[in-house]
C-alpha cells in the first residue's frame, strides 16, 4: 500500500470499529470497506519491459479511452501543432500510483482547477480539475501528461517537483477515486495501442520512439 493512503484504511478502521460497538452486525461491511480502501491504495512494483528506452510506457493502470490528434495544453507550450493523445481511464478498481512513461526531467508544472465531470469523456481534458507535466527526455523531444480529476476523485497528489529529473517507471503522482492520465506524444510519434486495451502502468508501450 502506498503511504498516501494509510490515513484513510485507519480511519476506515476506526470507523468499522465504532459500527461493531453500535451494532455488532456492521463489522462485516465495515471490514469490507476497509479492504476496499486498502485495495485503492495497493501500489505493487512494476517491471519495465526490455526495450523500455525506445519506448513510451502508459503512466496509470486503466483503459485506453480516447486516441485523438489535439496540440499540447497551451498553459505548458505555445506550439499549437497537433500531436497524438493517448487517454488511459482509471476506474475506482485500478491502481492508482501513477508513473513515468519515460526517462526525463520535469521542465514544467501547471496546476488548474475545475470541475469534477466524468474523466473518460472529452471534455475533461478542459473542464476538470488537473494538474499537467511538461517532460523534457535526454534526446531532446517533449511531450506532456496531464493528471485529470474524475467524477469522485477529489485530490490530485503530486510527487514530482520542477527541474526533477525522472527515470522511466517512476512513481510522480496518483489520483485519489477515479480519474484518468493524458499523455501527449512527441510530434511525429503515433500511438500503438487501441481503444478499449488495458493498460498496466509502467509496463504496456503506448508507442514506439
Keep these: 500500500m502506498h503511504r498516501e493512503g494509510r490515513r484513510f484504511v485507519l480511519a476506515a478502521a476506526l470507523l468499522t470499529l ?117 517532460l523534457s527526455m535526454a534526446c531532446g523531444r517533449t511531450l506532456a501528461v496531464v493528471q485529470i480529476a474524475g467524477l469522485i476523485a477529489r485530490r490530485i497528489v503530486t510527487f514530482a517537483r520542477e527541474g526533477q529529473v525522472l527515470t522511466i517507471g517512476e512513481r510522480f503522482g496518483l489520483i485519489r477515486f477515479g480519474s484518468r492520465v493524458d499523455v501527449y506524444l512527441p510530434a511525429g510519434v503515433a500511438p500503438c495501442v487501441r481503444v478499449g486495451q488495458i493498460m498496466v502502468a509502467g509496463e504496456t508501450p503506448i508507442a514506439r520512439l
Aim: aromatic share 10%; with cysteine.
Design 18 to 134: 465504532v459500527l461493531t460497538v453500535a451494532w455488532p452486525p456492521l463489522f462485516w461491511p465495515g471490514l469490507l470497506l476497509t479492504y476496499g480502501v486498502f485495495l485503492f491504495f495497493r501500489d505493487p512494483e512494476r517491471v519495465p519491459p526490455a526495450d523500455a528506452q525506445t519506448s513510451i510506457l502508459s503512466p496509470a493502470d486503466g483503459i485506453v479511452c480516447l486516441l485523438m490528434q489535439v496540440p499540447i495544453p497551451a498553459a505548458l507550450a505555445a506550439d499549437s501543432q497537433p500531436v497524438w493523445r493517448v487517454s488511459v481511464f482509471m476506474s475506482v478498481l485500478d491502481v492508482h500510483v501513477n508513473r513515468m512513461p519515460v526517462a526525463a526531467t520535469v521542465q514544467k508544472m501547471h496546476y488548474i482547477p475545475g470541475a469534477f465531470l466524468n474523466a473518460s469523456l472529452d471534455k475533461a481534458s478542459d473542464d476538470n480539475e488537473r494538474m499537467l507535466y511538461l
